[in-house]
């Protein structure tokens, strides 16, 4: 009899731990009223397939829970850079100056991304596999952007296709 209390406890238990640890891991995170900043605006590109990383990686492994402002445009650092949509620049620091003035942004994180099909066409690649050419816009964005927001920081990253993300400015 005793065997079988034993058994019924260890699945009664198991039971109630699958319960709590999938509640926990499927409830939305609640929104904070009160939360009235960010410290940092994120410049992510619009490539579905890194929505996933991109967001894992700012919640977990950066710590910045409702902690900053996003912002997408094709190839991030490329989309301001580029000229042949020159108003996705002038979006882009319309919308860095309301991240200012309306939460008080310290830094600025580009996240740039391997196999993007922005830089494909801009840059007329046949392939993306290069990281010197992200890294080489990623610190051109540095310079466009210390230049008219020299008080703010500014990360510059890389995702690759596994989806591993790298501190490279």
Not at 80 to 105: N, R
Not at 111 to 122: Q, V
Request: proline fraction near 3%; glycine fraction near 4%; charge should be negative.
């Amino acid at each position: 009899m005793t065997m079988l209390v034993c058994i019924v406890l260890i699945l009664v238990t198991a039971a109630i731990t699958y319960t709590v640890v999938n509640d926990a891991c499927n409830t939305m995170p609640r929104i904070d009223p009160d939360k009235k900043g960010a410290s940092v605006l994120v410049l992510g590109c619009i490539d579905p397939r890194f929505a996933n990383a991109l967001a894992w990686h700012l919640s977990h492994s950066e710590e910045l829970h409702m902690d900053y402002d996003l912002f997408t445009l094709a190839g991030a650092s490329l989309g301001v850079l580029q000229e042949t949509y020159p108003h996705w620049s002038i979006a882009f620091e319309d919308h860095v100056d309301l991240a200012i003035q309306l939460h008080d942004i310290q830094e600025i994180w580009a996240f740039d991304h391997m196999d993007c099909g922005m830089y494909k066409a801009t840059l007329d690649l046949e392939v993306d596999d290069d990281e010197a050419i992200h890294v080489e816009k990623l610190e051109e964005l540095k310079v466009f952007l210390n230049a008219r927001y020299p008080a703010l920081g500014f990360r510059g990253h890389i995702m690759d296709l596994d989806s591993s993300i790298k501190r490279v400015v």
